[in-house]
């Protein structure tokens, strides 16, 4: 589906790992602990390493929040990165049944929390891997790990001052990409942009309109439910609801096609709802997306959907049309480069205001450890088969702003989100404390 929620339950963070990984250091318990926890603990190496006994050793309710196939995706992302788990380096104990881990890897540390039932067997309950150290490892090497992902990849890192933003790292950051949700942006810059010029107000209410597919809750609600667009925009960032989206893209109506192109993405234009993007992949409309991709101008493409308006809006959108192999990501999609991306989070830094900034940062797309190395995350990802972009606006302790973006793509297969997310992380974690240009 096109649309985003990071997966916060299972979240891969890196950071610099300033001496030796190899080193290791005995198990110790500074608070009191149930020695049921120990042994879990140690257990978790092998529970990793694929050689321990995983339906025993977790919890029912850890199977049903995330089965084995998702485990397996998980723990491939952290030790293709990591290398084989070693040994428990540290364990500090919360309450007698929960503790914080430091979990030896080939090529680093992995910061873990653990808890167990205090139930015989003592099965794990929750297990969060938060903060793994990666030994040397620098913007250069995360580039590197970026570019060799099978696919197209792009990547942007800026600094952010008074002028135009500033590259730091990139992969191709002029290269349009597919963005998935991350559109979404530019639609809270337009609605940030009326609220400004004193056009409309956060509080006005407005109706659902029209339901469009998941991801979100919109499209369950009542037809034409009233709702301001606070709420909207809200939703629309912070759990990527389609829905909610696309009524405030009717809502903004030509002036987001006005907006984008002044920001300077000509090729966002006409901005499509998530519903007739929906509707252009359907095999119903091969026809049109066949002329879509070949009238690449603005004014042929807002033809096309002017004149099949109708036709558009009573598609049958199939939610099992994303369950596959990608679907024309490459001429159906809404496209911008890593630099544009990076473009409109300045811009909504520097004059969208106050709310802009409090709805990006609600879901801040990495573990709370993470988070806590800056005095602000704000963050809009997107994603459908064949498609993810991550892109982060920061403010770092010492005040100074960055926004890094990344995005993969493959037409021949899936991208398997965690392995991105996992570069990322380790990127801001380098970029929270490491020097940056005047």
């Not at 919109?218 to 606070?230: C, E, K």
């Not at 006005?258 to 993007?277: E, H, I, Y």
């Not at 490459?330 to 473009?343: G, K, N, Y």
């Amino acid at each position: 589906m096109i649309g985003w929620i990071i997966r916060a339950f299972f979240s891969l963070a890196c950071a610099v790992a300033t001496t030796s990984a190899t080193a290791q250091t005995p198990v110790t318990t500074p608070a009191p602990t149930d020695p049921a926890l120990g042994a879990r603990a140690r257990e978790l190496i092998g529970v990793v390493a694929g050689t321990g006994d995983f339906d025993g050793y977790f919890a029912p309710s850890f199977h049903a929040a995330l089965p084995k196939e998702k485990w397996d995706a998980v723990v491939a992302s952290m030790t293709g990165q990591m290398g084989k788990p070693v040994a428990i380096d540290r364990l500090t104990a919360v309450t007698p049944f929960s503790a914080n881990l430091r979990v030896r890897f080939e090529r680093g540390v992995v910061n873990a929390q653990i808890a167990i039932d205090p139930a015989p067997p003592h099965q794990v309950v929750g297990l969060l891997f938060t903060g793994p150290e990666m030994a040397g490892d620098t913007l250069y090497k995360l580039a590197a790990d970026i570019r060799a992902l099978p696919g197209t990849t792009g990547l942007g890192i800026y600094a952010l001052g008074d002028g135009a933003p500033r590259l730091m790292a990139g992969i191709a950051p002029d290269r349009a990409m597919p963005l998935g949700s991350a559109f979404k942006l530019w639609v809270l810059g337009e609605l940030a942009r009326e609220v400004g010029a004193d056009e409309r107000k956060w509080s006005d209410v407005v109706p659902v309109g029209p339901a469009s597919l998941p991801s979100g809750i919109t499209q369950n609600w009542p037809a034409g439910s009233p709702v301001t667009i606070q709420t909207l925009a809200t939703l629309m960032i912070s759990i990527s609801d389609n829905t909610a989206t696309d009524t405030l893209v009717s809502l903004e109506g030509d002036r987001l096609d006005d907006f984008v192109t002044k920001a300077g993405v000509p090729g966002l234009a006409p901005v499509l709802t998530t519903r007739q993007m929906f509707a252009l992949k359907s095999p119903a409309n091969v026809g049109l997306a066949a002329q879509w991709a070949s009238s690449p101008t603005p004014s042929a493409r807002r033809k096309i959907l002017e004149t099949n308006a109708a036709r558009l809006r009573t598609t049958p959108v199939d939610p099992m049309m994303f369950a596959g192999r990608p679907s024309k990501i490459d001429t159906l999609e809404w496209f911008a480069s890593p630099a544009e991306t990076a473009a409109i989070l300045d811009w909504l830094r520097k004059q969208g205001g106050e709310t802009p900034l409090s709805l990006l940062a609600i879901n801040p797309g990495v573990d709370p450890a993470t988070r806590a190395k800056f005095d602000y995350v704000g963050f809009k990802g997107g994603s459908e088969p064949g498609v993810v972009t991550l892109n982060f606006l920061v403010k770092r302790k010492d005040g100074r702003w960055l926004a890094i973006n990344a995005g993969w793509h493959r037409n021949d297969a899936g991208v398997e989100e965690n392995r991105l997310i996992m570069l990322m992380t380790r990127a801001l974690v380098l970029l929270a404390d490491s020097p940056l240009p005047n």
